[in-house]
């Protein structure tokens, strides 16, 4: 994960989920899907930042790509702005 402060006030999201870890289109679509929704449940408590989620791992079983999203934005949220 990539993070760079911006002007706008609010966070903003980019995701990278490409054909080598997932390599059906569903299953990319699936991911994102997942990773949106969580920012978005999250996304009033984040700081003003531009964020760019690359997925390396094809582990979406579960909820383990939300738990490991959310682990991200917690240690977004604990560092200094």
Do not use: C, W, Y
């Not at 990539?2 to 999201?13: K, M, W």
């Not at 699936?30 to 700081?47: D, G, H, S, V, Y």
């Amino acid at each position: 994960m990539s993070a760079v402060g911006n002007r706008i006030h609010t966070a903003r999201l980019g995701l990278v989920v490409g054909k080598r870890v997932f390599p059906k289109a569903h299953d990319r679509n699936r991911a994102r899907r997942l990773l949106r929704e969580a920012f978005r449940k999250r996304r009033a408590q984040l700081p003003s930042v531009d964020l760019v989620v690359q997925v390396i791992s094809n582990d979406v079983t579960n909820g383990a790509l939300e738990a490991s999203f959310d682990a991200l934005l917690d240690s977004l949220e604990e560092s200094p702005r």
